[in-house]
């Protein structure tokens, strides 16, 4: 009986999943509007990250919270992002569509989307983790990415394959549109929250988490994370 109990892990199991298909529709919801996509996912980011360190409590009221606080530094964000996915896409557009198909504008494409994975695949989590500027927190996803550099990669390898399967066909991406995205944050969450710790302990009070109390914004927002973005290093 005890798999099938309140604190089994089929129980578990369905909790789970739940809240991860309640805050894929939030972000969905919340995303709408375009600008607001980069608030939308510093909160789902917030919401999962708790999950995985087993902070979970009311997701839906969590993410509603953590989007009000992010929402004004979530649009810069937003912003960059699709900037960035757009040149992206625009060059590997204009590699497809020329007909010399310059092997240049492919290795420029490729450096791009290496360059844009390490500077974003953190940058979320440390967002809805930290106090810190748009791009001191871009540098220091860089710097994270390089200091578990072989880790990253695996993670980096994992969410591909979570978004092959998803566009696999046509039921599973219906079923990648119920809760494929919040998935694959889930799973950068799980990295992610881990290296946050280990940073934490090995220096301690060189960073301040979001939920702390600000002595004074201004001061605090240009020295956050100074520690950790000169952390990086071989991938322990």
């Not at 129980?11 to 607001?36: D, E, G, H, Q």
């Not at 992002?81 to 310059?102: A, G, H, K, R």
């Amino acid at each position: 009986m005890g798999f099938f109990s309140v604190d089994g892990g089929l129980y578990k199991f369905f909790t789970t999943l739940w809240s991860l298909i309640k805050i894929n529709f939030l972000w969905l919801v919340f995303s709408i509007p375009i600008v607001t996509l980069g608030g939308a996912t510093i909160a789902a980011f917030d919401v999962t990250m708790k999950m995985s360190d087993e902070h979970e409590g009311y997701v839906s009221h969590q993410f509603v919270r953590s989007f009000k606080k992010n929402f004004k530094n979530g649009i810069p964000f937003g912003i960059i992002m699709l900037v960035c996915i757009y040149l992206i896409w625009l060059t590997f557009s204009l590699f497809n569509q020329l007909e010399d198909s310059p092997i240049a504008l492919l290795i420029a494409g490729m450096v791009m989307l290496f360059v844009f994975l390490l500077a974003f695949i953190y940058a979320y989590p440390l967002q809805a983790r930290y106090y810190n500027t748009t791009f001191r927190t871009l540098k220091t996803s860089v710097d994270i990415s390089v200091r578990y550099f072989l880790r990253t990669l695996l993670l980096i390898f994992v969410c591909f394959l979570e978004l092959v399967v998803i566009m696999w066909n046509n039921l599973t991406m219906t079923i990648g549109l119920i809760i494929g995205p919040v998935c694959i944050m889930y799973t950068i969450s799980a990295f992610a929250v881990r290296f946050f710790r280990e940073i934490e302990r090995d220096q301690p009070g060189s960073v301040q988490r979001a939920e702390e109390p600000e002595a004074d914004e201004d001061e605090e927002t240009a020295e956050t994370a100074d520690e950790v973005e000169e952390s990086g290093g071989e991938d322990a």
